[in-house]
C-alpha cells in the first residue's frame, strides 16, 4: 500500500524557516517524482516544486511565487523528500501536500497534508 | 504559464442528475489533462488522467472529454458521495497548473 506521511509545518514568523519532511512507502521510490503542491485556506490548488528521479538527474522545478525561497530535495536511501521554506511570507501560509508523479506529471498519491502558518 | 480557466465555480445538483464541468486551457496542452475530487478536510484525489482515462477505482458514472482546447469532465448520475470540489489540472508543462476549483453542491 502506498503510504506518504508528511511532517514539519508549525506557526512561524514572517522571514522565518522551516524544513518539510515527507516520507513514502509502499512502491519503488526511485522511479518516481515528487512534488509539493499547496492549498491555502478556502482556496485552490497551486503546484509548488518538483524534483526527478536519478534516471533524470534530480532535475528540480519551481512555481514562480517560491523559486530561490524554497528548496526541494530527495533521499533516495530514505524514500523521503524535503521542503527547505524560506523568507516566509503570509501568503504561504497553506496546506503543503506531497505527491508523487511518474513521467506523465499526474498526481496520483497524495500525504494527508501538513499546515504551515506564517503569522507574527 | 498555462492558464486553466474552469466553469462554473460552483453547482447545485440533484442525485442521479448529469453534471458537467469544464476546462478551458490557454494554450494547447494536447490530452495532458487531469481531474481532481477533494472531499471537505481530505487531500485531492485523481479522478482522471490523460484527458479520458479512469484513475484505478473510480466508478464508470465519471468520463472526461476534449474538443480542442476545452475540457470536459462529467459525471452520468450524481451520487451523494459525489459532492466535493474538482479541480483540473494540465500535465503538459511546468508550472502545473490547476483550475480554480467547481464546488458541487446537493440540491
Known amino acids: 500500500e502506498v503510504q506518504i506521511l508528511e511532517t514539519g509545518g508549525g506557526l512561524v514568523k514572517p522571514g522565518g524557516s522551516l524544513r518539510l519532511s515527507c516520507a513514502t512507502s509502499?512502491?519503488?521510490?526511485?522511479?518516481?517524482?515528487m512534488h509539493w503542491v499547496r492549498q491555502a485556506p478556502g482556496n485552490g490548488l497551486e503546484w509548488v516544486a518538483e524534483v526527478r528521479n536519478k534516471n533524470n538527474n534530480y532535475a528540480t522545478y519551481y512555481a514562480a511565487s517560491v523559486k530561490g525561497r524554497f528548496t526541494i530535495s530527495r533521499d533516495d536511501s530514505k524514500s523521503s523528500v524535503y521542503l527547505q521554506v524560506s523568507s516566509l511570507r503570509a501568503e504561504d501560509t497553506a496546506i503543503y501536500y506531497c505527491?508523487?508523479?511518474?513521467?506523465?506529471?499526474?498526481?496520483?498519491?497524495w500525504g494527508q497534508g501538513v499546515m504551515v502558518t506564517v503569522s507574527s | 504559464d498555462i492558464q486553466m480557466t474552469q466553469s462554473p465555480a460552483s453547482l447545485s445538483a440533484s442525485l442521479e442528475e448529469i453534471v458537467t464541468i469544464t476546462c478551458q486551457a490557454s494554450q494547447n496542452i494536447g490530452n495532458w489533462l487531469a481531474w481532481y475530487q477533494q472531499k471537505p478536510g481530505k487531500s485531492p484525489q485523481l479522478l482522471i488522467y490523460?484527458?479520458?482515462s479512469l484513475a484505478d477505482g473510480v466508478p464508470s458514472r465519471f468520463s472526461g472529454s476534449r474538443s480542442g482546447t476545452q475540457y470536459s469532465l462529467k459525471i452520468s448520475r450524481l451520487q451523494v458521495e459525489d459532492i466535493g470540489i474538482y479541480y483540473c489540472?494540465?500535465?503538459?508543462?511546468?508550472?502545473?497548473?490547476f483550475g480554480a476549483g467547481t464546488k458541487l453542491e446537493l440540491k
Open positions: 490523460g484527458t479520458t
Open positions: 489540472q494540465q500535465a503538459s508543462s511546468t508550472p502545473y497548473t
Open positions: 505527491t508523487r508523479s511518474d513521467w506523465l506529471y499526474y498526481f496520483d498519491y
Open positions: 509502499g512502491f519503488n521510490f526511485n522511479d518516481y517524482f
